[in-house]
């Protein structure tokens, strides 16, 4: 394994060991940076989606706040338009900062097809 290799999967596990956060109630604040990263959705412990920010302007609170308005192709393909389902018990996400596009996308592509195989192809 590469020196890059080697670094996107210690930046996978600072990811999953990242705290999992509830989305806010109604009218309640998202607790998320206005900076860049990877991120991941859950429900309970099932990952059901992994994102990226792909330009830093206001970064992974922007890319959470699309998903719930329904403004998501993740919303609209997962939730059917309805991202006011986050705000039910049980879904959380998981943020990592991550200025570096390129580390970006290397751990978004890594997360994805660690934790959702089926997404690119491998398994139901």
Do not use: W
């Not at 059901?48 to 830093?56: A, D, I, K, P």
């Amino acid at each position: 394994m590469n020196n890059e290799s080697q670094e996107v999967k210690v930046l996978f596990d600072e990811l999953c060991a990242q705290p999992k956060r509830s989305f806010p109630q109604y009218r309640q604040p998202l607790d998320a940076p206005l900076k860049p990263g990877v991120y991941i959705i859950r429900k309970k412990e099932t990952v059901l989606h992994v994102g990226r920010t792909l330009r830093g302007r206001y970064g992974i609170h922007r890319r959470l706040k699309n998903h719930l308005q329904g403004s998501s192709s993740f919303t609209n393909d997962y939730l059917k338009g309805n991202g006011a389902t986050l705000r039910e018990e049980g879904y959380t996400y998981q943020y990592l900062e991550l200025e570096d596009p390129r580390k970006r996308a290397l751990l978004e592509a890594y997360a994805v097809g660690t934790l959702c195989p089926v997404h690119i192809g491998l398994g139901e």
